[in-house]
Structure formats: structure tokens, C-alpha cells
């Protein structure tokens, strides 16, 4: 075991670090990132951690400290990138073609985002709808399954077939009144989340397979069952299940 120092850009130290020469550059990274104070929660859990030794950046994350030249005593300069949003746009409809978005800012103008424009950006956290989108495209955030930030904003008006299938790391939406047509199992596979929606959407079973629903008025239409305040499991499909 050895000792080295590791210092922020300011000259500053971060830590005196106990490390294994075997440990890789990878590992260190890790440990580091658990250090850091500064910037906003998304930058801290997903930004990424350059580390500089004598004026050069590692690159080589399999690279064990040893191979590296870290020897005891040795000192490393920390640089912890933020995450920039990425603003993403296609004339009227939002979209990226970017498979490795953190942070996505969908500008002022847009009206709708476009099918697929997101799908299978497993990196993607947060988005940032503003207000003025009417319309979210089948599938446009399918198999988003890191995706766990999103408001969505009064002016949707539509969120179209499987638009947030398979996000799982969703854990809570609101769905505004504006909204007056979901989709086919446009939040199936959202199995950690809880949905706030109002009493006419509630009736829209198959867009909310797998979710939990939160509303203050609602009856299924298909069982009759009486009303309910945290949600239900409707005996004539088994869709939903309940959370009392």
C-alpha cells in the first residue's frame, strides 16, 4: 500500500489517498469522484474525472497505478468535468442523433419531439421540455433506461405509442391536465415509478402497464371497482397493481 496526494486545479489538496499498485486507473476514478463537492448533482454522480501526473493526462483506465509511475508519495492534479446540456433540435421536432447524451435541453420553438428521437440513449438522465411542446413521438424516449429527471410541462398535449416504454429509472411523473391522448403502453416497462394523472387519463388503461398510479378521483372503467386514492389492481385485466 502507498500513499499519494491528489490535487484540484486550484493547488488545493483533495485527499491523501491510501492506494494498492494493482489498483487500476479506473478504480482510482471512482474513489475520487466520491470526493467531489463541487457542481451541480447531475455533474457529481456522471461527470467524468480526469486525473494529470506530471503534466499528462492518464487515459488508460485498465492501466494499474504502478505501470502508471505512481509511486508513494506521488501526486496527481483532479479535474472534474461538468455535464453541459446538449441542446438538441431539428427545425421544428427535437431530437439527437448523439448516442452519448447525459443532459438534453430542448430549446424554445420546439413543438414536438419527434419518434425515436431518444430512443435506446441508455446515458441520457435528465431532459428539459419547455413549455410550448404539444406533442412527444412513439417511442421518442424508449429504452431510456438511465432517464430519471424529467418535468413535463402544461402544453402537452399528446404523448404518443410506447413514448417512454421501458424507462426504468423513472421513479416519478406528473401528468398534466393539458394532456388528452396517451398512447399504447406509453409508459409500459416504467415499473419504478408512481404517476400523478387525473381522472379522465386513468381511463386510458394501456399506455400505464407496469406503473403505479397516484390520482384523486378515478374508477376503473372496465371493473367498476369503487374509487381510490393510491392506486388499484383491476380484476378484469390484472394490469395494474396496487400500492395501499
Known amino acids: 500500500m502507498a500513499k499519494i496526494t491528489a490535487r484540484l486545479l486550484s493547488g488545493d489538496v483533495l485527499a491523501e489517498l491510501t492506494v494498492r499498485p ?10 475520487l469522484k466520491k470526493l467531489q463537492t463541487s457542481g451541480d448533482e447531475i455533474s457529481r454522480q456522471f461527470g467524468p474525472v480526469d486525473v494529470v501526473f506530471r503534466g499528462q493526462k492518464l487515459r488508460n483506465e485498465d492501466m494499474t497505478l504502478k505501470k502508471a509511475g505512481l509511486s508513494p508519495g506521488a501526486e496527481v492534479q483532479v479535474v472534474f468535468q461538468p455535464i453541459v446540456p446538449v441542446t438538441c433540435s431539428h427545425q421544428d421536432e427535437a431530437g439527437c442523433d448523439v448516442d452519448s447524451l447525459v443532459v438534453v435541453n430542448i430549446p424554445q420553438g420546439v413543438r414536438k419531439i419527434r419518434p425515436g428521437a431518444f430512443q435506446r440513449c441508455s446515458s441520457l438522465v435528465k431532459v428539459i421540455i419547455p413549455d410550448g411542446v404539444v406533442g412527444i413521438g412513439n417511442s421518442a424516449f424508449r429504452d431510456c433506461s438511465s432517464l430519471s429527471r424529467l418535468t413535463m410541462p402544461n402544453s402537452v398535449i399528446s404523448i404518443e405509442h410506447a413514448a417512454f416504454n421501458n ?26 415509478m408512481t404517476l400523478t394523472i387525473s381522472e379522465p387519463l386513468a381511463r386510458q388503461l394501456s399506455g400505464f402497464n407496469d406503473c403505479w398510479i397516484n390520482t384523486k378521483e378515478c374508477r376503473c372503467w372496465q371493473c367498476e371497482s369503487h374509487w381510490f386514492e393510491q392506486g388499484w389492481l383491476c380484476p378484469a385485466n390484472n394490469l395494474w397493481r396496487a400500492r395501499f
Open 22 to 31: 494493482d489498483m487500476t486507473l479506473e478504480e482510482l476514478k471512482r474513489r
Open 167 to 192: 424507462c426504468s429509472a423513472l421513479r416519478s411523473l406528473t401528468i398534466p391536465d393539458s394532456v388528452a391522448r396517451i398512447g399504447m403502453g406509453a409508459f409500459k416497462g416504467c415499473s419504478s
